[in-house]
């Protein structure tokens, strides 16, 4: 089974620390996401990547970051928190399946900022 | 227009009723689609995919794809309880630069 791991269930932070969610996958998957999931407004990609140290943009990159230095590693930063980017964060990796790419997604991290 | 469009619910259904859930898409590439189920805290899980015209049956569940009318749906038979949770409809990311796109799901509930 494909597993995919997240640093922390739950996080609180304050206002303008610098924040990092780490994920994990073991099944060497090249392609891994970071999504923020907020009610009413579904899932919306921040940032992916397609290779080691790789990545591109989502929807929504504004005030994060990410690393991927080593590819079951995929970590997702905010620069300076702020209270609009308390969300649950999911993370997730993907591999061609019968149906095209599917994702394989982490248990999620919610963040509090205050 | 979205690009994946799907009624927020509640659906609610009766435990042993047919629960009927559909999607709309705007991308005419869009080749397949998954169906993922999100209980509520916790993340999305793939249940099904489909890619051709037509339906597809895994168990109690039925996909179906109507590429022309792009359109998607799931029905799940004889509903349970345990089925309560958020369904999600997503056109199969094609990789490298191709959009990601998840619909905001549908919450169902199942009443006893």
């Known amino acids: 089974d494909v597993k995919v791991t997240q640093s922390s269930r739950y996080l609180v932070k304050r206002t303008g620390e610098k924040v990092f969610l780490e994920c994990v996958q073991d099944?060497?998957?090249?392609?891994m996401f970071w999504y923020r999931q907020d009610p009413g407004l579904g899932l919306r990609l921040i940032y992916f990547?397609?290779?080691?140290?790789?990545?591109e943009k989502g929807d929504i990159p504004e005030g994060y970051s990410v690393s991927r230095e080593k590819k079951e590693r995929f970590s997702l930063i905010l620069e300076s928190a702020s209270t609009n980017q308390t969300s649950m964060y999911l993370c997730a990796s993907s591999t061609p399946g019968e149906g095209g790419y599917e994702q394989y997604f982490g248990p999620g991290t919610r963040l509090t900022v205050t | 227009q979205k690009e994946v469009e799907q009624n927020s619910g509640p659906l609610s259904v009766p435990e042993g009723a047919i629960a009927s859930l559909n999607c709309t898409y705007s991308d005419r590439g869009s080749q397949s689609f998954f169906w993922y189920r999100q209980y509520s805290g916790k993340s999305p899980e793939l249940i099904m995919f489909?890619?051709?015209?037509g339906d597809k049956e895994d168990g109690r569940f039925t996909a179906q794809l109507n590429k022309a009318s792009q359109y998607v749906s799931l029905l799940i038979r004889d509903s349970q309880p345990s089925d309560s949770a958020t369904y999600l409809c997503a056109p199969a990311w094609r990789g490298g630069y191709q959009k990601v796109t998840f619909g905001t799901g549908t919450k169902l509930q199942v009443i006893p």
């Open positions: 990547s397609y290779d080691v140290k790789m990545k």
């Open positions: 489909i890619y051709s015209n």
């Open positions: 099944m060497d998957h090249e392609n």
